[in-house]
């Protein structure tokens, strides 16, 4: 069966401080995938997407880069966190098919 | 994608239907309605999607016009594990659009 990974699922880092959550689905191949963001109290924005490895498209600007090094792996990182990089963080794939989207558990991140 | 609105928030008693609404008066011809929920502090979970015809599954049922500009998912029996933000999308379904966007949703708060 299909399933997806996140960890970890806390963490509180200092500003200035580098970060790195990882995403690994499981029982499917080429899948796409995604990185969303919310922050406390918000809806979910889209981070950056990937439909396949090394091929990363980024929604918006900002402090934070996405990268694909294997097929079922994504990889959210930042060099230097900030305060607004707080937040919720889902890792999300679709393998075709109109059954949309599975979510992994999120990574809820407090940036001091 | 077709733009969605959704009312801000809503209550239901447990035990009675929920109705929960959505306009999406641009929708066009190859778009599908989908609908997830995001419990708190949980990814978003797929519940139901349609084209044009009524859908029933386990979770809940999907009540699309007849001129497809609006929908109303069901949730028969609320119960207070359903107490949850409710996000209805309009998209097509074909595996090249491949940015799943969120609005702010519809919180769904059911009273004991």
């Known amino acids: 069966s299909q399933t997806i990974h996140q960890w970890p699922a806390t963490l509180v880092q200092p500003v200035g401080s580098p970060l790195s959550l990882e995403c690994t689905v499981e029982g499917t191949s080429n899948p796409n995938l995604y990185w969303y963001r919310q922050a406390a109290g918000r809806g979910l924005q889209l981070l950056f997407y990937s439909v396949g490895i090394g091929q990363i498209s980024s929604e918006v600007p900002q402090n934070l880069s996405a990268s694909r090094p294997q097929d079922r792996q994504f990889i959210l990182s930042s060099k230097k966190l900030l305060l607004s990089d707080s937040g919720f963080y889902l890792c999300?794939?679709?393998?075709?098919?109109?059954?949309?989207?599975?979510f992994g558990s999120g990574t809820r991140l407090t940036v001091v | 994608d077709a733009k969605t609105t959704q009312p801000t928030s809503m209550d239901c008693a447990e035990g009675r239907a929920a109705n929960l609404p959505c306009n999406h008066s641009t929708i066009s011809g190859n778009e599908y309605v989908y609908w997830y929920r995001q419990i708190h502090s949980q990814g978003p979970q797929y519940i139901i999607h349609?084209?044009?015809n009524n859908e029933t599954n386990e979770m809940a049922s999907l009540i699309i016009t007849e001129d497809r500009k609006s929908s109303t998912l069901i949730l028969p029996h609320a119960t207070l594990r359903d107490t949850a933000v409710y996000y209805c999308?309009?998209?097509?379904?074909?595996?090249?659009?491949?940015?799943?966007?969120f609005g702010t949703g519809t919180r769904l708060t059911i009273i004991p």
């Open positions: 999308i309009v998209r097509v379904a074909s595996f090249g659009n491949e940015k799943l966007t």
């Open positions: 999300a794939y679709r393998t075709g098919g109109i059954y949309g989207y599975t």
């Open positions: 349609g084209l044009k």
